[in-house]
């Protein structure tokens, strides 16, 4: 199972938008609606942001929107913070309960 | 608060065996299907393994590249989760997460971690 390829790197400046993709295939990605983004600080564990695609858990600002098109989903923050900058990681189920995840984000505030 | 703590790290030499575990207090450990979960040093995360609940008679699924060396196991009476890993290589050098599965809407999505426990395969 291939990793998901997401960009290495975004910026943006406090107050703009940015998104990060996350390209699969049909047999992930593409063929399921289970994908998830993660946000990693140094040394921390990862931290859910976004599931089901779109979904937030309670807590997560409305500043992150989650999207998909075929095999390839989307994590939008709007109005970027300092806070915001981190890693981020996307996640999909890819079927016969197995997962894969994406290679990473480094996302920086300008 | 749900809290998930991993132990059992440390250097390993390849070809060598180690166990790792994971406590978890906070939540009904019982209910919920546990997660291995590893990400080599400056790498994304990489999904090692799943093990359901009683309910679904504890059963198991690998990624490949761990398949047939690495098994994981839990003790509901001890909220404790395992992974017990053989036939080490330098490429399972990582560190290695334990990742509960969410209930209804997450159940296919890891919804809380540990902060990990690193493993080291070197000679």
């Known amino acids: 199972q291939s990793a998901l390829t997401q960009p290495a790197s975004v910026s943006g400046s406090p107050g703009q938008s940015i998104t990060i993709s996350c390209t699969g295939t049909t047999r992930d990605v593409g063929g399921y609606d289970y994908v998830s983004w993660y946000r990693q600080d140094p040394g921390k564990a990862p931290k859910l942001m976004i599931y089901d695609v779109g979904q937030r858990p309670s807590g997560v600002s409305d500043r992150f929107f989650g999207s998909k098109s075929a095999n390839t989903a989307s994590l939008t923050i709007s109005g970027l913070q300092a806070e915001d900058e981190s890693d981020y990681y996307c996640?999909?189920?890819?079927?016969?309960?197995?997962?894969?995840f994406g290679g990473g984000t480094k996302l920086t505030v300008l | 608060e749900v809290h998930l703590v991993e132990s059992g790290g440390g250097l390993v030499q390849p070809g060598g065996s180690l166990r790792l575990s994971c406590e978890a207090s906070g939540f009904i450990f019982s209910d919920h299907y546990m997660n291995w979960v590893r990400q080599a040093p400056g790498k994304g995360p990489e999904w090692v393994g799943r093990i359901r609940n009683r309910a679904n008679s504890y059963t198991t699924t690998y990624a490949a590249s761990v398949n047939g060396r690495f098994t994981i196991s839990r003790d509901d009476s001890k909220n404790s989760l395992f992974l017990q890993m053989n036939s080490l290589t330098t490429e399972d050098t990582a560190v290695y997460y334990c990742?509960?599965?969410?209930?209804?809407?997450?159940?296919?999505?890891?919804?809380?971690w540990g902060q990990g426990t690193l493993l080291t395969v070197a000679s």
């Open positions: 990742a509960r599965m969410g209930n209804g809407h997450l159940q296919y999505h890891f919804d809380h």
């Open positions: 996640c999909s189920y890819a079927g016969g309960a197995t997962w894969v």
